[in-house]
């Protein structure tokens, strides 16, 4: 069976409610916003703020324009403070790419030649045992085959033929 959930919490009245005018709600809702850090909710606070400031006539609408047009402005600098941050680590990113590419390269590069100097060494016949020696009795040239073979068929058969 499952748990019962807990009753909702009962808030009590300790007074009869005030009813507050727009502009002590303005004056507390301003006091508020400025404890907040920057942040997505602040900004629409303090639209909400400016609109009833505007409202009760605290604030005139030209200032509350200009408060907007001050954010737009503050959002678009930091907008392009974080894509400079983000264009300069992309940068950085694609440089030490293009560097371990390029190290790699140089490495590969190298390893050819040293792999060129060694065969042409082992070719010259200068490998003194600091690596595996290779076996050239496998080699043919042309005319190396010996022209009496008793393992051929052929060869009997001119042997009997003989007797």
């Given at each position: ?43 629409q ?10 409202q ?22 930091a ?64 005319g ?20």
């Amino acid at each position: 069976m499952e748990k019962q959930l807990s009753p909702p919490l009962l808030i009590e009245p300790l007074g009869p409610p005030t009813k507050i005018s727009a502009r002590q709600t303005f004056t507390h809702l301003s006091t508020f916003v400025e404890h907040l850090p920057p942040s997505p909710q602040r900004t629409q606070l303090e639209r909400l703020a400016d609109a009833l400031g505007v409202q009760v006539g605290a604030i005139a609408p030209s200032e509350g324009e200009a408060r907007e047009k001050k954010r737009e402005a503050e959002r678009a600098a930091a907008r392009a403070e974080r894509r400079r941050t983000r264009e300069a680590a992309r940068a950085a990113e694609e440089e030490a790419e293009a560097k371990d590419d390029k190290d790699a390269l140089e490495a590969a590069i190298e390893g050819e030649a040293e792999a060129e100097a060694e065969d042409e060494e082992e070719e010259m016949g200068q490998n003194l045992g600091d690596g595996p020696i290779m076996d050239d009795r496998g080699d043919f040239e042309y005319g190396d085959v010996p022209e009496d073979d008793e393992d051929e068929p052929d060869n009997e058969q001119v042997a009997m033929e003989e007797d």
